[in-house]
């Protein structure tokens, strides 16, 4: 079966300009994730949808990133303005789904974003 | 809510050495504990995980890892390492009925000939 899709794999902007980034989940995933990586350091969530509705967007900073999943499948993330701390790592994975994080998450290579 | 703490940064070992992944992890509540390996410029993979049962899980690639409810412990473990083994490894944790996955900040594995 198809991985997760990302795109792009890389890109450089300089800071106060936006970015997307895009995600398709393996087909028949309800839950879809939005991971950041900064340099040595695991990943942290940024927002978690269930089909596509948002479980928990608690640590997404809601003042220049956003993102949407339309219609339950793929998703999209934004960034805007973006800042040098945002340099990192977007993750994008998908689970199956259902009542709390038991089963396997398949992650994505990942977009690598380098804020100039 | 939960946290992970992974005790070293970076692991160097020789080839077809043993080693050991320490993970420790803080939860109020009973927990789910997975271990995923990064390759480089790839994404994460699922190596193993505990959900219940036998503490003793065995994994890809021939790792295994105990889960110890009293130290809150989740170590992994190979017996004999070999230089594809060179990745990143991150220890993650779930609180039962939660629906985040809480990742540590990895380990570093380095195998020398």
């Known amino acids: 079966e198809a991985g997760v899709a990302q795109s792009p794999r890389y890109k450089i902007i300089e800071k106060r300009q936006s970015v997307a980034f895009w995600c398709n989940p393996i087909s028949g995933h309800a839950t879809l994730y939005w991971y950041q990586q900064i340099l040595g350091q695991g990943p942290k969530l940024l927002i978690q949808?269930?089909?596509?509705?948002?479980?928990?967007d608690s640590q997404l900073p809601k003042d220049r990133f956003s993102a949407e999943r339309l219609k339950g499948v793929d998703s999209t993330l934004k960034i805007q303005p973006a800042k040098l701390e945002d340099s990192a790592v977007y993750l994008c994975?998908?689970?199956?789904?259902?009542?709390?994080?038991?089963?396997?998450?398949?992650f994505g290579e990942g977009s690598r974003l380098t804020v100039l | 809510a939960q946290s992970v703490t992974q005790l070293d940064s970076q692991v160097p070992v020789f080839e077809e050495a043993p080693v050991e992944l320490r993970c420790n992890y803080s939860?109020?509540?009973?927990?789910?504990l997975f271990w995923y390996v990064q390759y480089p410029n790839q994404g994460l993979q699922l190596l193993l995980k505990?959900?219940?049962?036998?503490?003793l899980v065995k994994g890809i690639n021939g790792f295994e890892a105990e889960f110890n409810k009293s130290q809150t412990s989740f170590h992994l473990r190979k017996p004999s390492v070999h230089i594809s083994d060179t990745a990143e490894y991150f220890c993650?944790?779930?609180?039962?009925?939660?629906?985040?996955?809480?990742f540590g900040q990895g380990t570093r594995l380095t195998i020398n000939p």
């Open positions: 939860s109020s509540v009973s927990v789910y």
């Open positions: 994975a998908s689970s199956l789904g259902g009542e709390g994080v038991t089963g396997e998450l398949f």
């Open positions: 993650a944790v779930s609180g039962y009925g939660a629906q985040k996955l809480v």
């Open positions: 949808f269930q089909n596509n509705g948002v479980v928990d």
């Open positions: 505990y959900l219940s049962g036998s503490t």
